[in-house]
């Protein structure tokens, strides 16, 4: 894979020019109508949509740099995903936040790198592609918590709107792996767009088999509401096989729109007010001059689930304690920023399999140069496959889990755990770009992933700077509903993988990762302990709940306490959705701005 590693040794010289070419596009400007901290997966939609007005200006202020520059070809490769994502902090590219979380005490101690997008588009530039709603259940109960106006027939049209279904090439796919996906449910004019790999990862061809043989069946899309069972997944792929992004959806309209100021390379410091109305931000350049922009209308914040609550707080909202301890003057004291943080975390199982997989990439240089040289040519091949294309969800019987079904409130078909396939070894997802087995076989992998997390974990500033990472704690693993949900998804995933369907897909029937000698209840959970990671889908620190349940913004997303102010990401959600929270991100922007719209009217 040479040709794609040879481009790493020149991205700093890239970032530098990249540097250079965007300075001319700090703002000459003083006053916007709205101000947009955050050129993200949420904030690139909202502006797209509040500049189809022409008679309203908008800012974007961005801390990354435009992608295409920083990352070529990686950042918009399906396959690509890989790299940069591991847990250690020295996995990191150069559109990455390098954002570490602090010791985990479920984990052992653990610190993690927690990948996060750091450009324009956000971590729509570091995701994995997959496109997945959550269950009607899941808007339903964000509805029922005390936000009017979001349960599941009234957000589905935000969805259906925010994407445009490319077809499946079904000619170039495996004919066990075809797929039929329901288009007046997926859209047909919406800026991003969905689609599937042109070649399939052959593993999943024998994990729905399996899966099926173990009552777990095929479902017909995971974008209707009903996410249990089986399917090969939608992602965020155009006709050419390149990631769709809210970047490559929104980038060329905002560029040659007079009413928009993109703003990157560049640092929101805080949010300025007159008593407690939002009246602008004050934003730091590349070059160290700090920058003062009014919002005449309203100052929107998208900058993640990390991010927007340390925003808030370095500004003066959030906890009166946090804030007094860093010699910020509080606007607002509300305990409840930067609290909730919810996540989904996964764990693997692994096999030697006989057939092609990512880990050949590593150890076979006449390989790789093939299979790159038909992705660029014509759009085929194994690049054009997001590494997690087979994908199912399923919900456990009180049954299964035991004592802490007690804590089980999930609502109606709302899963507890999914399931992802990936072609190649992960193992403790260190760094498994680099990390892949050197001894001649292909490996394959099974992920479990917990999608109804109880554990709660916290964003609080480190300092009064937001230049300084704040400080991260996903609490990851610290609920016992959390640790049975894993416990019983290990055992299940090894009931699918040692079914008789998965043997012609090993060269060697034993399990090599974590191996036979994990079995005992300890066992697994002490493995699981020591090799559980992120799937990076924080959310929920600024959560839209009453503020008596733990909010910080209200239904339509303004700030409690303040005025002017609103909060447009998956900091936002009161519950992290079961599956890939990017579809819910682009829902959440478009009614936000709809909801932004009115109030101008």
């Known amino acids: 894979m040479s040709n794609f590693y040879g481009y790493r040794s ?39 949509r509040l500049s189809q007005n022409a008679s309203l200006s908008v800012m974007v202020i961005e801390a990354g ?60 530039m570091r995701n994995f592609n997959v496109y997945t709603r959550g269950s009607c259940d899941t808007y339903n109960k964000w509805e029922s918590l ?40 997926i859209g047909t004019s919406g800026p991003i767009q969905i689609g599937y790999p042109n070649e399939a990862a052959p593993f999943g061809t024998f994990l729905k088999e399996a899966m099926t043989a173990n009552g777990l069946n095929k479902t017909a899309d995971f974008t209707s509401g009903t996410l249990n069972g089986w399917q090969w997944a939608s992602t965020t792929i155009d006709a050419a096989m390149n990631r769709s992004s809210s970047f490559s959806a929104t980038f060329p309209l905002l560029s040659a729109r007079s009413n928009v100021k993109l703003v990157y390379p560049a640092l929101v410091k805080k949010v300025n007010f007159v008593g407690t109305k939002a ?36 500004s003066g909202i ?48 006449v390989y790789a140069e093939e299979k790159i040289s038909e992705y660029l040519t014509d759009h085929t091949g194994p690049l054009t496959n997001n590494n997690c294309d087979f994908i199912a969800f399923e919900k456990y019987d009180n049954k299964t889990l035991g004592k802490e079904a007690a804590y089980n409130d999930f609502p109606g078909k709302w899963p507890h755990v999914e399931w992802a396939s990936a072609s ?19 490996y394959a992998t099974l992920m479990g992933i917990l999608v109804a997390p109880k554990s709660r974990g916290s964003v609080k500033i480190s300092s009064n700077d937001t230049a300084d990472t704040p400080l991260i704690d996903p609490a990851f693993f610290t609920h016992p509903f959390d640790r049975k949900v894993l ?50 889908h ?32 998956a900091s936002i959600f009161p519950l992290v959705p079961p599956g890939h929270p990017v579809a819910s991100v682009y829902m959440v922007a478009g009614k936000a701005a709809d909801m932004i719209l009115a109030d101008v009217k």
């Open 146 to 185: 005390g936000n009017p106006g979001w349960g599941w027939g009234c957000v589905l049209p935000y969805f259906e709107r925010s994407t445009s279904l490319i077809e499946p090439r079904n000619d170039l796919r495996f004919a066990n792996a075809s797929v039929d996906p329901v288009a007046s449910l």
């Open 65 to 124: 740099g435009n992608p295409d520059i920083v990352y070529p070809l990686y950042s918009s490769t399906p396959f690509m995903a890989v790299f940069g994502i591991g847990s250690d902090p020295a996995d990191t590219v150069p559109i990455d936040w390098g954002t570490v979380t602090t010791p985990q005490k479920g984990l052992g101690g653990r610190s993690i790198h927690y990948a996060q997008g750091k450009s324009l588009g956000g971590s729509s």
């Open 538 to 569: 924080a959310s929920s620190t600024c959560a839209m709940l009453p503020k008596a349940r733990g909010g910080v913004v209200n239904s339509r997303l303004q700030v409690y306490g303040t005025t002017n102010l609103r909060v447009v990401d």
């Open 424 to 442: 190649g070894f992960v193992g403790n997802y260190s760094n498994p770009g680099k990390n892949q087995p050197t001894d001649g076989y292909d």
């Open 487 to 536: 416990l019983e998804t290990f055992k299940r995933g090894r009931k699918f993988l040692g079914s008789p369907e998965m043997a012609g897909a090993y060269s060697d029937p034993t399990e090599y990762y974590p191996g036979p000698s994990v079995q005992t209840d300890n066992e697994i959970l002490q493995y699981i302990k020591e090799n559980m990671m992120t799937i990076w």
């Open 10 to 48: 020149s991205l700093l010289q890239i970032a530098v020019a990249a540097l250079c070419l965007t300075q001319g596009q700090f703002a000459e400007a003083t006053s916007y109508d709205f101000v947009i901290a955050g050129g993200g997966s949420a904030g690139l939609i909202l502006a797209e």
């Open 279 to 314: 009246v602008g931000v004050t934003y730091n350049t590349s070059t160290g001059e700090l920058v003062t922009i009014n919002a005449t209308r309203e100052v929107v914040i998208s900058a993640g689930a990390f991010r927007s609550p340390q925003l808030l707080q370095v």
């Open 318 to 365: 959030g906890p009166a304690e946090l804030l007094t301890k860093h010699g910020i003057p509080i606007i607002v004291n509300n305990k409840n920023v930067g609290g909730n943080l919810q996540d989904h975390s996964f764990f693997t199982q692994s096999y030697r399999v006989n057939m092609s997989s990512s880990t050949r990439f590593g150890v076979d240089p």
